[in-house]
């Protein structure tokens, strides 16, 4: 609550009278109210901030020890009590680190992006760089970070809701275009997770994460009220696999936002589950029957009762399906395309009223804000989403056939960003070069 | 002795307005409810009021629903306008969870 309120430019805290979770609950006694209500009548007749009028600007912090481990611990132990670090070791944001993380970007250090939700600290290409360095992160990987807070900090993400909200959202961030493999983002195999061959999407990821709690407040059970808060040690940044994108199929980032080809670019949703999904057949099936019962198995899996994504329903996204190259090239030559399979997820992904009734759907629906979304009571079986076009189908993984992934969506809003480079990139990919080894694939073991 | 110094990562805070001022005294005051519906607030909204009237008999406690309820209402800057162009003194807003 005290970061919503800072959120809107009050100071940070507010005449609140809090009460055990019990109380909010169908059938609690509610007694305890009365015992204490001289706290509802102090609210409005005494109650005072305790705070300034400003929290003042960024500071410099400083540690003193007898040796450079000892001063790095005394560092780590110090973001811990401050509470901005998430349990893993973090390099502080030294001046001279700070200064290296800048290099990646054309924009002024003092360029505000926005103001981070609910906390609302104000969010400037400098906040952008801190968290790089604290999160491990590379110059090079600056310019997709700045792209993936501008995309998150856009007003129709409902970003303040989705930070404190208790479903548990965290962002999703694919990248485009050719900077992905320059700064060794990965788009094959594990590309969801860590990798040492292609370590960008972790660090950006842990960023973004670490910009989350320690700008916008999103401190688990204070500032954020997700159950679970899953995928937030890195969150998920990856890129599409666009060698193998079958011809005639656009990459994402051309197809929902429009952006030219090999434009490098972020798209940012929300989701708030991501699990594997059995796709390739066991038997002695056909090449169509493998893609047939394959995407009645995908769509079967996207048909649950996601209500937490009702704010999404009517422009955001059910989730996204991530497809292997091997077999989306394989599905493109039976004829295949993007948005054949997006009308195929739309319509067999339907949940049968009777069970909407049944599980107490309609009445989340009914109470939704969008009259598109209240209206969609109607149909029967129910539409997972508004339209087919919601769908996000990504083509990555690595290439074998046996499994896709499906990330289930929390997001009112699919954002696209266009990322920008500074004139030196090419020095630092370079750099990145003599520090990490060759980058290119034939290189590897 | 080693001197490790960087930046703090939490990013500035601007305070632009400030909280309403608190009231004087409850007599005689118009005090208007903004709620969400949501958390029992269809029980415990309607008791906070009986209170209100029970130990302040010359306030005046609007009706729950005399302004838009719902989150996605509540927010929303009509509704501002419309509770202040009710006049009240004071808004009790619930529930959060």
């Known amino acids: 609550m005290t970061n919503a309120i800072s959120g809107l430019g009050l100071a940070p805290d507010a005449a609140m009278i809090t009460f055990p979770i019990g109380l909010f609950l169908p059938g609690s006694d509610i007694a305890g109210i009365e015992a204490r209500k001289q706290e ?17 600007a960024s500071r410099m912090l400083k540690v003193e020890a007898n040796s450079y481990e000892e001063a790095l611990q005394r560092a780590n132990d110090l973001a811990i009590t401050n509470l901005w670090g998430d349990g893993l070791p973090l390099w502080p944001a030294t001046r001279e680190r700070v200064n290296r993380m800048l290099r990646g970007t054309p924009l002024p250090r003092t360029h505000v992006i926005g103001k981070f939700p609910p906390r609302g600290g104000i969010t400037t290409v400098e906040t952008c760089a801190i968290a790089l360095a604290m999160a491990g992160g590379r110059a090079e990987y600056l310019p997709v970070l700045i792209a993936a807070v501008e995309a998150f900090l856009h007003p129709e993400t409902n970003a303040e809701q989705l930070q404190a909200a208790s479903g548990s ?42 910009i989350q709690q320690n700008v916008g407040g999103a401190l688990p059970g204070i500032g954020a009220m997700a159950n679970y808060g ?36 972020v798209s940012v949703f929300f989701c708030n589950g991501a699990t594997n999904a059995r796709r390739r057949g066991a038997k002695k099936e056909t090449p169509e029957e493998d893609a047939t019962q394959g995407m009645y198995r995908l769509a079967e899996f996207m048909r649950v009762p996601n209500y937490t994504n009702l704010s999404g329903y009517e422009q955001g996204t059910p989730g996204a399906i991530l497809i292997p190259g091997v ?12 948005p054949k399979m ?21 009445a989340w629906i009914e109470i939704d804000a969008s009259p598109i979304t209240r209206e969609s009571l109607k149909l029967d079986p129910w539409p997972i989403t508004s339209k087919p076009e919601n769908f996000i189908v990504l083509v990555c993984g690595g290439g074998h056939p046996t499994n896709s992934f499906w990330l289930q969506g929390y997001s009112p ?23 990490l080894g060759c980058g290119d694939d034939v290189c590897r073991i | 002795m080693i001197e490790l110094e960087f930046h703090d990562p939490a990013g500035a805070l601007e305070v632009t307005q400030p909280h309403a001022p608190r ?70 807003i619930g529930n959060a969870a």
């Open chain 1, 342 to 362: 997006r009308e195929f997820f739309y319509q067999h992904s339907r949940i049968p009223q009777s069970e909407i009734k049944r599980n107490g759907g309609t």
């Open chain 1, 169 to 210: 959202a965290f962002p999703v961030v694919v990248v485009n275009g050719p900077i992905a493999k320059q700064i060794r983002l990965n788009s094959g195999f594990g590309c969801l997770g860590p990798d040492p061959q292609r370590p960008a999407g972790a660090s950006i990821g842990r960023a973004l994460r670490l």
């Open chain 2, 23 to 92: 009231l004087t005294t409850l007599a005689g005051k118009k005090i208007g409810f903004v709620s969400n519906e949501q958390w029992q607030a269809f029980r415990t909204l309607p008791l906070i009021k009986s209170l209100f009237e029970k130990d302040f008999p010359d306030v005046q406690m609007l009706p729950i629903d005399a302004f838009p309820q719902g989150n996605a209402l509540i927010g929303e800057e009509k509704t501002a306008m419309m509770v202040k162009d009710a006049g009240v003194d004071a808004v009790i």
């Open chain 1, 327 to 338: 077999v989306a090239n394989n599905m493109a030559k039976l004829g295949w395309t993007k």
């Open chain 1, 413 to 435: 809003r699919v954002i696209g960003k266009e990322i920008r480079v500074p004139e030196t990139f090419e020095q630092l990919l370079t750099q990145a070069d003599r520090d």
């Open chain 1, 230 to 265: 899953g995928m937030r040690n890195v969150n998920l940044v990856f890129a599409e696999d666009e060698d193998n994108i079958p011809e005639g199929w656009p990459p994402h980032g051309t197809e929902h936002h429009g952006f030219a080809r090999e434009t490098n670019s």
């Open chain 1, 40 to 56: 509802f009548y102090d609210g409005l007749l005494h109650w005072q901030s305790s705070h300034a009028k400003s929290a003042g």
